[in-house]
């Protein structure tokens, strides 16, 4: 039954993946220009571009952006990512030579990535938690369906190779935190390695690498000399991959800018700062700006950002929102120790989330960029924390007191409707599935699997809604 239903999750997934690539218009995904130029010059020059001045122009991008990239401007100016790392690019760039840059194919490249990030987040949280296989079906539901991550994963950007990689060392750290395997280490160092290749959105792992491997260095009582030797399978090949990259940024933009951040910094000159933004619009409203684009563009908001949805689908996110984190208190609250996330797997989970979260702070406070797609990296941790509070409902006596909730709430908001000569009909039927689904899985837990289906048969309609209905008609 498990593989049946990945293999669904798969399947429809690369569904929504071919029409999210086919039907979105060509560069309506964040800094897609810019990727394209960086993968074009690999192709077309053979070797790696250097970030420059002039390579960014904020008053040109916001003109295409606005003007819907209207093909008399051309996206060659937008350069304004050649300071990441090379791997994505240099993967994609025979793609680009075989189909003579067409940017359908590249897309899709990157929709491959997006595909094995779901079996990669399905196997991790599978050996982190081998006793609980509905988490990592979840989880795997979760990363195959998100409608902003299906959005980005669809089209040109290193994020899905980044992503990709991160996911894939969660295997060796779950391995490693069983046993220390020489085999594994070595495999995770060259993960790491690439991921160093990639963004540095993979760096934070370094950190969660080093707990883990300390972990077990601790549980094993290994001499000082077993330790050293477990560090350096770990660490090598990751520091000679990211060794390579950094060496090469020292030569080109000078010491101290291994990473070529700081050379971003001087170039993107005209970018929103923080700041200025506060000084301009206020501390209020920069700071709900940035609440309600995190979450917004955490579930979906397409485009540049310019793409909002209506606001009962926003509602509906809310509900999945709250529902997931009261179910994972409650969860964590109800079976305390006996949950396995009180383990070293929760703790390095709950790490990782940390540091990306404070990653997404800390960019936020010198740069104007409220986008909850930054959160990615830690979709893992996210997917599977969403997953166990939501299963938590099904579960007596917490699925017949959500149930209570839900029939108060509807007659509250039937009451206020009728009052108000206007009746809630989506909220009233968002509690109303709720309720109804929580006392089906209970009394009828043969049907657990049916809604299961019913639910990722859901998420698979929403999404392709989204973006034939809702999605494509906008830039029309």
């Not at 593989?3 to 569904?15: K, N, P, Q, S």
């Not at 189909?99 to 094995?116: D, E, K, M, T, V």
């Not at 971003?264 to 609440?291: C, K, M």
């Amino acid at each position: 039954m498990t593989r049946w239903f990945l293999a669904l999750v798969c399947g429809l997934y690369m569904i929504l993946a071919w029409h999210f690539a086919r039907w979105t218009p060509a560069w309506q995904v964040p800094d897609e220009p810019a990727h394209y130029n960086y993968i074009r010059f690999i192709a077309t020059r053979g070797r790696l571009p250097i970030l420059q001045p002039g390579d960014y122009d904020q008053e040109y991008l916001s003109q295409m952006v606005s003007r819907g990239f209207p093909p008399e401007l051309s996206i060659d100016p937008l350069r304004y990512e050649f300071h990441q790392p090379p791997l994505y690019y240099l993967l994609a760039a025979p793609v680009f030579m075989v189909f003579q840059g067409q940017l359908l194919p590249l897309r899709l490249f990157s929709a491959s990535l997006g595909l094995l990030q779901i079996l990669l987040a399905f196997t991790a949280i599978r050996r982190m938690f081998p006793e609980r296989p509905a988490w990592a079906l979840g989880t795997a539901a979760v990363f195959a369906f998100l409608p902003q991550h299906v959005a980005m994963n669809s089209g040109v950007n290193n994020d899905a190779l980044a992503e990709a990689l991160i996911l894939g060392l969660w295997v060796p750290l779950a391995e490693e935190l069983r046993g220390h395997s020489p085999r594994n280490a070595w495999i995770g160092g060259a993960l790491l390695g690439a991921g160093f290749l990639t963004k540095t959105t993979v760096y934070p792992m370094a950190l969660i690498v080093l707990t883990a491997v300390g972990a077990r260095i601790h549980w094993d009582h290994a001499p000082r000399a077993e330790a050293m030797r477990r560090l350096m399978r770990w660490l090598l090949p990751a520091l000679l991959l990211g060794g390579i990259w950094w060496a090469r940024n020292l030569l080109t933009y000078g010491w101290p800018d291994f990473l070529g951040l700081q050379q971003h910094d001087r170039v993107v000159v005209g970018q929103p700062r923080t700041a200025e933004w506060i000084a301009r619009y206020g501390l209020a409203a920069t700071l709900d700006r940035f609440r309600a684009f995190t979450f917004q563009s955490f579930w979906g908001q397409f485009g540049w950002m310019g793409v909002v949805l209506e606001a009962r689908w926003y509602l509906f996110f809310a509900w999945l929102t709250v529902l997931g984190l009261l179910g994972l208190a409650l969860h964590v609250s109800r079976e305390r120790a006996r949950s396995p996330l009180w383990g070293w797997p929760g703790l390095l989970l709950t790490l990782s989330l940390t540091l990306t979260v404070a990653a997404y702070i800390g960019y936020n406070l010198s740069f104007v960029q409220h986008q909850g797609r930054y959160l990615f990296p830690a979709l893992l941790p996210i997917a599977v924390g969403f997953t166990i509070g939501w299963l938590e409902w099904l579960k007596r006596p917490a699925a017949d007191g959500l149930a209570k909730a839900c029939g108060l709430g509807i007659l509250a908001q039937g009451l206020a409707g009728w009052i108000g000569g206007d009746l809630p009909v989506f909220p009233m039927g968002l509690l109303l599935g709720t309720g109804m689904t929580a006392q089906m899985a209970v009394r009828f837990p043969a049907l657990r699997p049916l809604l299961a289906l019913t639910a990722c048969l859901g998420a698979f309609a929403l999404d392709l809604y989204l973006i034939l209905r809702v999605i494509h008609p906008a830039f029309q």
